[in-house]
């Protein structure tokens, strides 16, 4: 085989067998035209693999048995083993997820009234370190590939089989807001969208498919030539200096570069359609009525083309921050529906289980030793006093 899309979405190790799993539609057209096949075997192969959860080749009887068993020989089905199971009294679930090599991700349903989302993870762990997240203080291990990432809204969809009857509330809407930064890990994110959004994966819609960034600008630009799934920017502070320190990438491309580049984002996705801004609410640090205001005057020419999510800070141990008081943050929301702001208070779910955003640290082993750092502090402040993380 001599196609690039088939051997780098194959998995961390080229040599071994490709994983049907993450290959989107084109690339599994051209990896059977290889083989000599037609293309609409990728067709049948998609549906077992993603609408019937076939695991293995024999039980595609609509295949050849030859065609099956060179398959079984070059081939592989496979995703990510579920190791643990959180039900939290919400209703929201999470599952810690085993990957090939013994790291762990952690993956989140979170079910409503009228949908069901999924929040999946990008990457084992996040280089970007931004100061309020618990993943972040963890360090960063690896990219998943387009497997690994499609591989976790297949094995949800499996759990939630008998356990969410109600069609509606199934998933729905997909989040990218679990473990990792997806626009560093933009050649997996980019066909793992691709595979979600076909009618012959998982059939979801762009505007429920949510991509979310830490604000990686060139990233962003290249993202608005190929998709125009739906945007949520990460901002969390109306200003570069306190910015700086909570989303360190803001050292890199500032406010306003990355505001250029939501504009750019938002040509393509058409007059009605708007970007996400994410503002996590921390005590004293960035939930001022002036902050609110700032906030506000800087997103002035953005206002019909989006909508503000405040996130209530999610404590974890050693974090150093703490979330406002109920009163505040209520104070901060009017402030900004007063200035005619589409401003959503995001209610906080899962807590009970460590479910909650910014609260996912699967349990990998960091490369940056950042996490050693990390254990170090939390023992410095008596959080621990063993190690338990
Ligand atoms: N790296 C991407 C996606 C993952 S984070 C990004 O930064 O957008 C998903 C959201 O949860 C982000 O908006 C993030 O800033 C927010 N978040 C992180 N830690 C949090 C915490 N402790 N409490 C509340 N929200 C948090």
Redesign the pocket.
């Known amino acids: 085989m001599t196609t690039a899309a088939v051997t780098t979405n194959a998995g961390p190790d080229a040599a071994r067998p490709v994983n049907l799993i993450g290959l989107p539609r084109a690339a599994l057209e051209q990896f059977f035209a290889e083989l000599g096949e037609r293309p609409f075997r990728a067709v049948q192969v998609m549906k077992w693999l993603h609408h019937r959860g076939a695991d293995d080749f024999a039980s595609m009887t609509d295949l050849s048995r030859v065609l099956r068993a060179r398959l079984e020989e070059m081939a592989v089905v496979a995703m990510p083993e579920v190791m643990t199971e959180n039900v939290s009294t919400d209703g929201t679930r999470k599952w810690l997820m085993g990957l090939d090599d013994g790291q762990r991700i952690e993956v989140v349903f979170i079910p409503e009234k009228d949908r069901g989302t999924l929040?999946i993870s990008?990457q084992v762990g996040?280089a970007?370190d931004?100061s309020?997240?618990?993943?972040?203080k963890q360090g960063f291990n690896r990219n998943l590939t387009t497997a690994e990432i499609v591989g976790q809204v297949r094995q949800a969809s499996r759990r939630l089989q008998g356990v969410v009857t109600d069609r509606d509330r199934a998933i729905t809407n997909i989040?990218?807001?679990?473990?990792?930064?997806?626009?560093?890990n933009f050649d997996a994110v980019l066909p793992a969208i691709d595979i979600l959004l076909d009618d012959l994966g998982y059939g979801i819609s762009k505007r429920r498919l949510t991509?979310?960034?830490?604000?990686v600008v060139p990233a962003i630009l290249r993202l608005a030539e190929v998709t125009d799934v739906a945007l949520?920017?990460?901002?969390?502070a109306p200003d570069d200096t306190l910015r700086d320190q909570l989303?360190p990438i803001n050292r890199r491309y500032p406010i306003a570069e990355l505001l250029d580049a939501v504009r750019t984002y938002l040509g393509k996705l058409g007059d009605w359609r708007s970007v996400t801004i994410?503002?996590?609410?921390?005590d004293g640090v960035n939930d001022s009525l002036e902050q609110a205001e700032a906030l506000a005057n800087l997103l002035t020419d953005l206002r019909e083309r989006s909508k503000i999510?405040l996130?209530?800070?999610?404590?974890?141990p050693g974090?150093g921050?703490r979330?406002p008081s109920e009163a505040r943050v209520r104070a901060f929301q009017t402030h900004l529906l007063e200035r005619g702001f589409a401003t959503m208070l995001?209610t906080?779910r899962g807590e009970d289980i460590d479910a909650?955003?910014?609260?996912?640290a699967g349990n990998f082993e960091d490369r940056t030793r950042r996490r050693e750092r990390y254990i170090a502090r939390l023992k410095d402040h008596g959080v621990i006093t063993h190690q338990t993380v």
Request: hydrophobic share 40%.
């Open positions: 929040c990008s996040c970007l931004c309020f997240c618990a993943t972040g989040v990218l807001m679990g473990m990792g930064e997806p626009l560093l991509l979310s960034t830490a604000g949520a920017i990460s901002l969390h989303v994410e503002y996590t609410l921390m999510n996130i209530p800070f999610n404590p974890f974090s921050y979330r995001r906080t909650a955003c910014g609260q996912l």
